[in-house]
């Protein structure tokens, strides 16, 4: 497990504000997401699912995700294009970049949410964030929302605590 602020300051909030995608309430959403998805840290691949489709790295983002993010949104963005091709630049040899490059499955779980017409949540907001999660970044069914929401809450407060 990586503590909540060492996440924060050592790899979102650089993240964010490199790429001038910044707010409090993005901050909190990538930090619950990870707190989610990955258990603060503590796991950086999904095990169970067809290796092309597993998702990978503390955000849990699936390969098909970060190539769609690729070819429907960086290479249309000329200012995101670059920044994610610096952050690549970070670990040259990686084989999964989403597993190895911290930095930049933070910028591709950013651009997930980033293109996404709905407004984040209020800061502070956890349920909001619970539900902008299952909405807008988790793919399970809608008959499984209440009990996917429900741990999202349960992850988050007791990987970060209250918010």
Known sequence: MISPDVFRETIIKPVLLASGTHSEAAEQLLLAIVAHESDMGTYS???GIAE?????????????????TWETYLNRKPKFKAFAME????CPNAREPLRENPLYACFIARMKLWRNPAPLPAAGDLEGMAHYWFDHYNGSP???REQKVAEFIRDYEHFIGAI
């Open 87 to 90: 952050l690549l630049k970070l």
């Open 45 to 47: 691949k999904q095990f």
């Open 142 to 144: 809608e008959d499984e």
């Open 52 to 68: 092309e489709h597993a998702a990978q790295g503390f955000f849990m983002v699936e390969k098909p995700t970060e190539a769609d």
